[in-house]
């Protein structure tokens, strides 16, 4: 029997591309996780989204189509500034595209944005205004969510978190707090403490160490311990600009790093009181994903009813 209260919901990164059909509750009904062939770039991904959507629709009825997209866009027309991962995204008119593909309205916005969204309506913002959502993946995103909209703010729009400053000399939160920067840091470590558990455990991972800090952690390796004090504090501190400028109930945590799960909010929130002036004390509180790997096509489905 179709169903005429759907519609689709899709997540574009570098690495990552995920279509779900789904109902205006969120409630992801079926999806497809399609392995991105980054050699075919932009057009690839096309392809698959081309030939997965009618699979994906089956017999059903569609109302719209959102997407959270893994790079600068405008928001407004759906037309894509560029990709830092692969090529041939570069102006191209997604929102557009996905129209003629499903003859539908298209809602296309930031993927941090859009899992900012999900989070805040469906995941571990829920009941609380505003929500800031940060997400710490191989670069560092962020979306602000008030009164159950995305805050855009002026054109272009987007909530760059990663790239507040956190010193003059340009140090950004996301050279410090990014899962690259955290696998930089523990390739240091491999050199000089090699005897360490966190050492150890990726003594033989070309990329991809941060991915072992949590277990570290659990074993109560020093090395692991300080990493992690140092990432808490260097995202509390950017996080402390956000406090001051937009006050958000809470600041949601996401993306793979917050798989190291309670260590890593813990440090964050035993951090933040001391970039925070008196009168704004304790600050928001730290929470992790609620929604995890699907805050992006949860906030894509719930982004065809906000229409933004």
């Known amino acids: 029997m179709s169903n005429s209260n759907l519609r689709i919901g899709i997540e574009i990164g570098g690495t990552k591309l995920q279509l779900v059909l789904g109902d205006a509750s969120g409630t ?18 096309r392809r698959q989204i081309e030939t997965t959507i009618p699979e994906l629709i089956g017999d059903n009825r569609i109302e719209g189509v959102g997407v959270g997209f893994g790079g600068p866009m405008d928001w407004r027309t759906g037309r894509i500034n560029r990709s830092h991962h692969l090529a041939g995204w570069s102006g191209f008119p997604l929102a557009e ?5 499903t003859g539908k309205d298209v809602f296309v916005d930031n ?4 899992a900012a969204l999900g989070e805040a309506l469906r995941g571990a913002g829920v009941g609380l205004n505003p929500v800031c959502y940060v997400t710490l993946g191989s670069g560092v995103g962020g979306g602000l969510v008030t009164d159950g909209r995305i805050y855009h703010g002026a054109i272009p729009g987007e909530a760059e978190i990663g790239h507040l400053r ?11 707090c990014s899962g690259w920067a955290v696998d930089g840091r523990i390739r240091e470590l491999k050199g000089k403490e090699p005897s360490s558990v966190l050492a150890r455990l990726a003594a033989n991972e070309a990329r991809g160490e941060a991915r072992h800090l949590g277990a570290a952690l659990g074993q109560g390796d020093a090395a692991a311990k300080r990493i992690l004090s140092e990432i808490g504090e260097d995202l509390a501190l950017g996080l402390s600009h956000v406090v001051h400028l937009f006050h958000p109930q809470v600041i949601i945590i996401g993306g793979g790093l917050s798989a190291v799960g309670e260590p890593l909010r813990a440090s964050v929130q035993a951090a933040l009181p001391g970039f925070v002036m ?21 906030g894509a489905l719930l982004l065809v009813q906000s229409g933004h």
Not at 97 to 101: A, G
Not at 280 to 295: K, M
């Open 166 to 176: 956190l010193d003059r000399k340009g140090t950004t939160i996301e050279s410090r």
């Open 111 to 114: 993927d941090a944005n859009v």
């Open 97 to 101: 595209w996905l129209r003629s593909q």
């Open 28 to 45: 992801i009904h079926s999806r497809r996780r399609l392995t991105v062939n980054v050699a075919l770039g932009a057009e690839g991904i």
């Open 278 to 298: 008196e009168a704004f004390q304790p600050g928001p509180e730290i929470r992790l994903a609620g929604l995890v790997e699907d805050a992006v096509p949860v």
